[in-house]
């Protein structure tokens, strides 16, 4: 996913220094060169040998060091860099940078670049909360310098609260965000939905599904990424929010239908990856069903078809597209659900394939198109088929607006 990008990973001198290695470590993996520069305190607390043999590039520790190129050495890291991260950021560099103060290579490289720069604090609670840290992170945002808050837990000085280094995903998630993929989606509104819903059956007992909402996370994902601006709506599931997406979880199938029409009207693209239940229990018990030798009757009643209302509903330019899963007859069955209803984009899931749908990583879809154009078939990553998915929703309206 960074393949090709230059990152500049900055570690200034605090107890979470240990876990930059590990955020040089993931940037790596992810494609990424990593360029580590250390302030002299952070050499106290983690050897530049961990940073140079995890990426494979030199460690800049000191300013006056005889360089190794005739390069002015903080210009051409600022220069190269897609971007920089502080990680941990002490509530000295927080400072110096808002003041203005160039008197290190972090410093001074950080105040040449023009690269986004993300910034990670951790330090003890009350410094963190002073009001000068503050300010100081206040002035900073204000100026464009992206902040990435601090976790809340125990410290290593003993103390409970804010100021715990993020965990290396995090924040090489935010990475992600920032610079992984081209904007191409920036200034639209996307709405996803995900997972399974429950219908209940008594208090303790649902109707439900096999959804993990893999698929619909993936999603809102790839979206955020290329800098939709991001609904998911989701059923129950054991997933964490993409970052930069706004989550709304639900539980049952008629909860789904309210919240994707409070939000669907705005949409400008529409995912609906949700497995929603068809049927539901036409009254559920108050009280716990007993097992007390007898077999409950359940009479069932449909649920609401949210993509049929959101088809036939569907405004002027939106593009909508719908998941379907079937055991057989796949196509056939895409082919109808596209017509009925009003779809622009149908992506097909043969649960026969081995290693796709429920729970996997990977998935294989059958994409047909309302136009008649075509259809191929995508297979790989969730996130792949996410990616070919948005874009070719970006593709369908663009051509609604007559856009090239």
Not at 277 to 304: W, Y
């Amino acid at each position: 996913m960074l393949k090709g990008k230059n990152i500049v990973l900055c570690v200034s001198g605090g107890i979470a220094a240990y876990k930059a290695a590990g955020v040089a470590s993931s940037l790596v993996k992810l494609g990424a060169r990593v360029d580590v520069i250390m302030t002299r305190h952070a050499c106290e607390f983690v050897a530049p040998l961990t940073f140079r043999s995890i990426t494979k590039t030199p460690v800049v520790t000191d300013m006056f060091a005889e360089p190794m190129t005739l390069e002015i050495e903080h210009i051409s890291l600022a220069q190269r860099a897609d971007a920089f991260v502080i990680a941990p950021a002490t509530a000295n560099v927080i400072g110096k940078i808002a003041g203005g103060i160039a008197d290190d290579m972090l410093s001074t490289t950080v105040m040449a670049t023009r690269a986004p720069v993300i910034i990670a604090p951790a330090m003890n609670t009350n410094m963190y909360e002073n009001p000068i840290v503050q300010e100081n992170i206040k002035k900073l945002s204000s100026l464009g310098y992206i902040f990435i808050e601090p976790d809340s837990g125990r410290l290593a000085c003993g103390a409970d609260g804010k100021g715990r280094l993020p965990e290396p995903e995090a924040i090489v998630e935010r990475v992600c965000l920032e610079i992984a993929r081209e904007k191409d989606l920036a200034g639209l509104k996307v709405l996803v939905t995900a997972g399974p819903t429950r219908e209940a059956i008594d208090p303790v007992r649902f109707i439900s599904n096999y959804s993990t909402g893999k698929m619909g996370y993936a999603v809102a994902r790839m979206a955020s990424l290329r800098g939709a601006e991001v609904t998911l709506v989701s059923g129950p599931t054991a997933l964490s929010a993409p970052m930069g997406v706004k989550l709304v979880r639900v539980n049952s199938a008629e909860d789904m239908y309210t919240a994707v029409t409070d939000f669907s009207r705005e949409a400008d693209i529409i995912v609906k990856t949700a497995a929603v239940a068809d049927f539901r229990p036409a009254a559920a018990n108050e009280n716990k069903i007993k097992k007390d030798g007898s077999v409950p009757e359940i009479k069932l009643e449909k649920t609401r078809d949210i993509l049929a209302e959101l088809g036939k509903n569907k405004p002027a330019g939106q593009a909508l597209v719908g998941f379907c899963m079937e055991t057989e007859e796949l196509i056939a069955s895409a082919e109808k659900k596209l017509k009925s209803k009003n779809l622009d984009i149908i992506a097909a899931n043969d649960l026969n394939t081995p290693n796709v749908g429920f729970a996997a990583d990977t998935n294989t879809v059958a994409l047909l198109f309302a136009d008649g154009s075509r259809s191929y078939t995508v297979s790989g990553k969730k996130e792949h088929v996410a990616d070919t998915i948005l874009s070719e929703a970006l593709r369908v309206w663009k051509d609604k607006r007559g856009e090239a």
